[in-house]
Structure formats: structure tokens, C-alpha cells
């Protein structure tokens, strides 16, 4: 019981914002900093999933913002952290979609942005008390 | 170059969604597993029930 309210205390200490900024840049690490190691496998095997999947499908990766959708496309694929960095420097992704499938995977690109998003933002509600 | 089906990659996507929106909105991990699949059923019916009303509306 002590050790448990021990780790619960070392989870919780230090920079609030920690857990935020770690599970943006890296899927399921906000839950992992909090010793939330199923939640954040399964976060992070989902988000990871969706990403690879969208790469996979020759998803478009948004590179820069010309108009209204591309900004919004752009913004989601921010959401992804590292693997959109990554995937940018290693050049993976397509630049024009030519397929029916490569529109899905653009689609599950951005979206897995949005959920890192969501488990991030849960990461820091965990972090603060907000959640248990 | 992986390439789904219209219906396999609806089915993916909402297994991943849900599996997020379960665990990022509900509490206790019995009620995130039901909302996960409620989110799952949810994603894939109305999938298939906007399909359906497509192709009656095209014809």
C-alpha cells in the first residue's frame, strides 16, 4: 500500500506539463511517465496502428498550408509528435493523393494526430488530479 | 502498399478510435471497455446505414 502511494507520489512529481508534452511527441508515453502501462500500450498500439496504416495506404502528409483544408490537415498531422518529424525526414507518405486508398490513409494520418491529441490531453487530466 | 477494402478500412478505423475514445473518456476499465465497443457499433452502423442511404438515393 506504502508503495503504491510511494510511486503514485514519484509519478506525479516534477513538471505538470510533462506528461502533455511527452505523450504528444510520443503515443502512449504520457501514460507510461504515469505507470499507466496498459492504457497507454493500448494507446499507443492504436495510435501507432492508425499512423502506419495511414503511411501504409500511401497517405498524403501535409507539408504546408496553402488553403483553409490544408491547414486543417497539416494541424492534424502535427498531432502525431515525433512520427510526423520522422516521417517527414525520411520521406515517407505520398505528396499527391492518386488512389482511392491513399485518400483513407490521409485520412487515418490526420485522424491518429487528433487522438494523440485526446491522449495526450488525458495524460496531463491523469497528471493533475482531473482523472484517477 | 496496403489496400483495404472501403468496409475493412471503416471497420480499422473505428477500432482505433474506440479503443482511444474508451480509454481517454471513461474512468474504470470495465465502463471504458463498454464504451469502447458502444463507440465500436456505433462507428460501423452508421457507416453501413449512410451507405445504404447513398446507394438508394444515386439509383
Known sequence: MATTQDNNAAAKSGFVYLPLI?????PGAGHFLLRKWGRGALLAASILGMFVMGIAMQGKLYGGAHDILDILGLAGDLGNGMLYFLSRAAGLG????QVTTADYGTRFIVVSGLLNVIAAVDAHNLRTGRKS | MFRPSHF???VLFALFAS?????TQRETPKRMIRYGIYCFVLFTASAMVLSWLMFLIAR
Open chain 2, 8 to 10: 475493412a478500412a471503416v
Open chain 1, 94 to 97: 505520398a505528396d499527391q493523393v
Open chain 1, 22 to 26: 511527452v505523450g504528444w511527441l510520443v
Open chain 2, 19 to 23: 479503443v482511444v475514445f474508451g480509454i
